[in-house]
């Protein structure tokens, strides 16, 4: 299947996430909480860019079935930005002030350009890489999450069962819209490394 | 004292003007002792940027009210000869223009491209604007001898700054409230991009 073969050559991207300090930070609590802000309020913004790329994918959908699946997961994201509300509530962040770094504009960019103006399958292959990092990480991080973790809602919410069906979703959709082509390949590898680069936007944001 | 120093939109966007339009890869050019792979590397992932700025400039083109429309149209046409002239350049240097795209040059083509799509009209004159300004600034700057005289008369002859001209009229004739701020982004995308012709 497609999605195995992509995520089999990006795994090792998946791995440095898995590793990189701010992951390790929300493995054993010891996030600095401005970083987790920053997050928080980074991410809202991305994933608002990352719901209309649902949306302009859904718009350019070629079947019914194709339809109702791309609206399931745009409603995913939006469920997952009301815990991001949530958050931001609890932490007192106003996230219509944040203005994205640079890091998190260059991926937003990239989804909406993918999805306006690229192949429907290209635009799943730019999309996958979050969903099936972050059901990994999630499932990664909540076999040694100790009691008492201040950001075990986030391992939760992403290692379980509702978000892992979403990613199962998408990686169906990915499978019978997409082709092995090059273009579709690097959509995927590229969206992996904006991932990456991501996570380190936020410690370097906040050093 | 440069051209545009009286331009709002240049004005307003402070230090990021001067960081778009000087940089250790122009000075090299202008000397002419540039490393020749700088010079390489440059000229095939321009090329890359020339072929997003095709569908840009496409689309923004589709998007203008006729009466704006002529000098985006003329300026699609200057800008397919220029893709022309970028692959006669690489045969002759014997480069392939199916390397991979740099990490730098592919911020600033998602951001034209998303730009494109996604804003209204004065907002791509703006982007527009700030793209051939920069370079007609920065190539304007180098004397027009040496070995890469060639180049730096291609971005800096009196037509193109004829053709930056009458982009400035329409950029800054139809001003939108988020023009400034994409106009600061192409500026931080130039200065991107130099760094990275320079340091690979």
């Known amino acids: 299947m497609l999605h195995e073969i992509l995520w089999q050559q990006n795994v090792r991207l998946a791995e440095a996430c898995l590793h990189h300090p701010f992951m390790r930070g929300l493995a054993d609590g010891t996030l600095d909480p401005e970083a987790f802000r920053s997050y928080v309020a980074q991410d809202a913004f991305f994933l608002n860019t990352f719901a209309r790329a649902y949306a302009l994918a859904a718009a350019r959908s070629q079947d019914m079935e194709t339809l109702i699946s791309l609206c399931e997961l745009l409603n995913g994201v939006l469920r997952e930005l009301q815990l991001h509300a949530g958050y931001a509530k609890e932490l007192k962040i106003e996230l219509a002030r944040a203005r994205p770094y640079r890091a998190v504009e260059a991926y937003t960019d990239f989804l909406l350009a993918t999805a306006w103006h690229r192949e429907p399958g290209e635009t799943i292959a730019a999309m996958t890489p979050c969903m099936r990092l972050y059901g990994y990480l999630g499932t990664e991080l909540a076999k040694t999450a100790g009691a008492g973790n201040p950001y075990q809602q986030w391992i939760t919410t992403y290692s379980g069962s509702e978000f892992q069906a979403l990613v199962t979703r998408l990686e169906s959709l990915l499978d019978s819209m997409a082709e092995d082509t090059p273009a579709v390949g690097d959509a995927y590898a590229y969206a992996m490394r904006c991932e990456l680069n991501f996570f380190s936007a936020m410690l370097e944001h906040t050093a | ?200």
Request: charged content about 20%; aromatic content about 14%; glycine content about 8%.
């Open chain 2, 1 to 200: 004292m440069s051209r545009f120093d009286d331009s709002p939109l240049v004005l307003r966007a402070g230090r990021l003007w001067q960081e778009a339009t000087t940089a250790a890869f122009l000075d090299a050019i202008g000397d002419g002792t540039l490393p020749p792979e700088a010079f390489s590397r440059w000229l095939v992932q321009d090329y890359h940027f020339a072929d997003a700025l095709t569908s840009f400039q496409g689309i923004a083109a589709g998007k203008t009210p006729r009466q704006f429309r002529k000098p985006l149209i003329a300026g699609l046409g200057a800008l397919d000869a220029e893709m022309d002239w970028f692959e006669a350049q690489t045969r002759v240097r014997g480069l392939k223009l199916n390397a991979p795209v740099h990490e730098i040059c592919r911020r600033y083509c998602d951001f034209l491209i998303q730009a494109a799509y996604s804003e209204p009209y004065p907002v791509l004159l703006a982007v527009l604007f700030g793209v051939e300004a920069s370079y007609l600034a920065a190539w304007s700057g180098l004397p027009p001898t040496g070995p890469y005289a060639e180049f730096i008369d291609r971005w800096s002859n009196p037509r193109f700054a004829e053709y930056v001209e009458s982009l400035r009229v329409l950029a800054e004739g139809n001003l939108h409230e988020s023009s400034q701020r994409y106009f600061d982004g192409v500026l931080a995308h130039e200065r991107d991009f130099w760094s990275m012709t320079w340091e690979g």
